[in-house]
């Protein structure tokens, strides 16, 4: 309890600190009130010479605020209440804003990125679609432009002069999605006009939890044409259809699927192998697996729909279609065999990183959401960013009834339209969360049964999301919405609404996440209206199934109780949250369980794309090319004159025949030259000769020379370097296997996979010099192709 008490203590200092800052920029209300348009947006300007002069960002806070304030009631008619104010210190802060649904987060997002984009270093507003970044562009764009900022918009299907342009703007607003993918393709390209990007200065996430915790398992992957059969993939899918239940075990709570004893006896026949255990069997094995788990795990109109000749992954927190995403390692391939549809080629990864890694490189990063408390412990750690819950502008009324929970989950959509046709008679509106598809289209089947007239807003009807959700309040209306569709739109209340109790919300089962049941409830009683919410529950749900206790199952069995009664029991809730903690903490070991792996990848992808910036700003690579050959000799020697030996085991023929290979004439140094010389010597005669012969490149090829380097250096480090991704993801995948004698995966991860980089520099090193010295020129060397961008879901 005395824990607790300082949380609560501590947030309410915090609000208490916040109030005073808010009274100072009330306090300015009347003076900037008083100004001509003109005088108003004049401050702009007056804002940036005292920023030139050396004043902080932090000195101006008060007029920036007072000033976006007094522009957003003369431009939109909206006046930021002090709560909203409160918000935009936090975010300015670098930190979460925990405010409810309905309190204007859009509105208090102009505060800070008015206050930051001054500074002309660029502010991203980031959020989870792009309904959303367009909506917020234009309209709280207005708000930026009267005040002379210039506002950008990146969204998915720009040009690349479109692009250039929203980056450059002082304030951008687009997806975590490409603002991701746009920092792997800029890491892809062959001259710095061709980059989009600016250094990564301050970035505002709205729905904070669900790009930054939701999604942050998910790697964003850019890849290009692999070379593998997809006929493989359709064997597979025929054996497994084949096997009988016993032939094979599925574990929905760890996500796996094997063979059994059995099974593998009918793979080795059907396959006609004689050991399914032998190495050269592994990739056979990898996609009898992976044809298990898309029959097994993966249910259509769940975790993906068949549109076309096309599977479509849904989210699973949002209920959207991610159109583009692909599941890896050939599970989504093995879902298009099962479901007939044409098998695509596996790809080969060409960029990867994890939008954990991509955000917390922005030298400063806020966001806010309506419920993030329950992770403040993650945002903290992997964020550096601690919430401060801001108070509702209006108190909330909303009434949160107990959960009901049914026998058979048969029984409990049975009760659920008893309960919506109760309510639409009187006329109260209606809005039923349903955590897939399928379930959604169960509940609409009934309604319609009854006469009931509804609207179904899932992944399959999200053209008109914002549109359909903003309408769900009004008088008579039903609306069966998969999970968080239409999060971010609000929900006004139709005339006589209030007086019929608002907005009543059911939820038709519990979500593996608290905060998402919180923001599903959160959808009713937006500033300070009435309204009601109630979770009706079966024991046949996926989370009392998988997580519950058999005791509920069995203490209901003694009751005797009838399928169609409903019980309310303190157990049975407290049950509900111990197996909501439980998938909780989990999830949380997952995601830090992939950051802390992708940790060892992105220290690597620092350097290498730090390399690559270099190299591309660079006019003249030849001091980083003598520096690869100065690296080269001594790595030669190290292999050829160890210090381990005498002189005379030194190996001085194979030193040479490995020089000469590389950037030797053939018999330009003899073995005698070098018979009685020390290392250093060696070294100094190899040394000078690589450059001397560098002088003679120069004079044949002259100018072409830089081009050459340029275009042989950057197409070496990326092939090589999206080799070493792909090996480093298969070791990887394989590494628990290694974990024998009490050894850390994660440990041996990190030392061979800093030795696994070693070897990559060097061999890169040795590729171009090779190049830079042997390559014959007939015609202006080509760029590397590469495919576009395709964005894959982590399996």
């Not at 300007?45 to 920023?51: A, D, G, I, N, Y």
């Not at 409160?86 to 309905?102: D, F, K, P, W």
């Not at 760890?254 to 026949?269: F, I, P, Q, V, Y």
Request: aromatic content about 6%; glycine content about 8%; proline content about 2%.
């Amino acid at each position: 309890m005395g824990l607790l008490k300082n949380i609560v203590n501590g947030n309410e200092r915090e609000i208490a600190r916040l109030r005073r800052r808010v009274q100072r920029i009330n306090d300015l209300e009347s003076k900037y009130e008083s100004m001509s348009d003109e005088e108003l947006q004049g401050m702009t300007l007056q804002f940036r010479e005292r920023l030139a002069n050396g004043e902080k960002l932090d000195n101006l806070l008060y007029d920036a605020f007072a000033v976006t304030r007094e522009a957003a009631k003369r431009v939109l008619g909206m006046r930021h209440f002090d709560v909203q104010l409160m918000g935009g210190i936090v975010l300015h802060e670098g930190r979460v804003a925990e405010m409810r649904t309905g309190e204007g987060k859009t509105l208090v997002a102009t505060l800070p990125s008015y206050l930051n984009g001054l500074s002309g270093k660029g502010v991203h507003v980031v959020t989870v679609n792009d309904y959303l970044a367009r909506r917020d562009a234009e309209q709280m764009g207005q708000i930026h432009r009267f005040l002379g900022l210039t506002v950008g918009l990146n969204i998915h299907d720009m040009n690349h002069a479109e692009k250039k342009a929203a980056y450059s703007a002082d304030i951008t607003y687009g997806t975590n999605n490409e603002f991701g993918f746009d920092y792997l393709r800029d890491n892809m390209v062959m001259s710095v006009q061709e980059m989009v990007q600016r250094e990564l200065n301050f970035a505002i996430v709205d729905e904070v939890d669900s790009i930054l915790i939701d999604e942050a398992r998910t790697p964003l992957i850019i890849s290009g044409p692999g070379d593998k059969s997809a006929d493989l993939y359709f064997r597979t899918d025929i054996f497994v259809r084949s096997l009988k239940p016993d032939d094979y075990e599925i574990d929905e709570k760890m996500r796996t699927a094997n063979l059994t004893e059995s099974g593998m006896h009918k793979a080795e026949r059907f396959f006609q192998v004689k050991n399914l255990f032998d190495p050269e069997h592994v990739t056979l094995m990898h996609h009898i697996t992976q044809a298990l788990k898309a029959h097994g795990l993966m249910h259509r109109d769940k975790d993906y729909v068949v549109m076309g000749d096309e599977i479509v992954i849904v989210d699973e927190f949002t209920g959207r279609l991610m159109q583009g995403r692909r599941y890896s390692e050939g599970l989504h391939q093995a879902i298009e065999a099962k479901e007939g549809v044409k098998v695509q080629n596996e790809s080969k990864t060409l960029a990867t990183i994890t939008l954990q890694n991509y955000f917390r490189m922005y030298n400063k990063l806020s966001g806010m959401t309506g419920t993030a408390k329950t992770e403040e412990k993650e945002l903290t750690e992997i964020y550096g960013m601690d919430v401060v819950t801001i108070p509702t502008n209006r108190p909330t009324i909303r009434r949160d009834m107990s959960d009901v929970i049914y026998k058979t989950e048969m029984a409990k959509f049975k009760a659920v339209v008893e309960e919506i046709v109760r309510r639409h008679e009187k006329g109260q509106p209606v809005l039923v969360g349903t955590t897939s598809i399928d379930k959604s289209e169960i509940i609409s089947h009934l309604l319609t049964q009854r006469g009931i007239k509804h609207q179904v807003l899932n992944a399959k009807h999200h053209e008109k999301e914002a549109e359909i959700i903003a309408q769900a309040g009004q008088r008579g209306t039903v609306t069966i919405a998969t999970n968080m569709a239409g999060r971010g739109t609000d929900i006004l209340l139709g005339e006589g609404v209030q007086e019929l109790g608002g907005l009543h919300i059911i939820g038709t089962e519990r979500h593996e996440s608290r905060r998402i049941d919180n923001q599903l409830r959160g959808r009713s009683g937006r500033q300070g209206d009435p309204g009601s919410s109630q979770f009706f529950l079966s024991l046949e749900d996926d989370l009392l199934r998988l997580f519950g206790s058999d005791n509920i199952k069995r203490w209901m069995d003694r009751m005797g109780l009838e399928e169609d009664v409903p019980i309310e029991h303190k157990m049975l809730t407290n049950a509900m949250e111990r197996a909501q903690k439980k998938v909780e903490g989990n999830n949380y070991d997952v995601r830090k369980h992939v950051l802390r792996y992708d940790d060892v990848m992105n220290k690597q992808r620092e350097v290498i794309y730090k390399q690559r910036r270099q190299i591309l700003e660079t006019d003249n690579l030849r001091p980083i090319v003598e520096g690869m050959g100065k690296d080269l000799i001594e790595h030669m020697l190290d292999v050829y004159c160890s210090t381990e030996q005498v002189p005379e085991d030194w190996d001085l023929q194979a030193l040479l025949h490995y020089a000469e290979h590389h950037f030797l004439k053939p018999q330009q140094i003899s073995e005698e030259e070098l018979r009685h010389k020390d290392r250093e010597e060696i070294f100094q005669v190899l040394y000078q000769t690589f450059l001397s012969n560098y002088d003679e490149r120069e004079q044949e090829l002259g100018a072409f020379l830089r081009e050459l380097e340029r275009i042989v250096v950057l197409r070496t480090v990326d092939s090589k370097w999206m080799d070493h991704i792909d090996a480093m993801d298969q070791f990887r995948q394989g590494v628990h296997l290694r974990s024998y004698g009490q050894a850390d995966p994660l440990v041996i991860y990190q030392r061979e996979g800093f030795e696994m980089f070693e070897a990559m520099i060097h061999s890169i090193e040795e590729e171009i010099v090779l190049y830079v010295f042997k390559s014959t020129v007939a015609t202006a060397p080509q760029n590397l192709p590469i495919q576009e961008a395709v964005p894959i879901q982590g399996g």
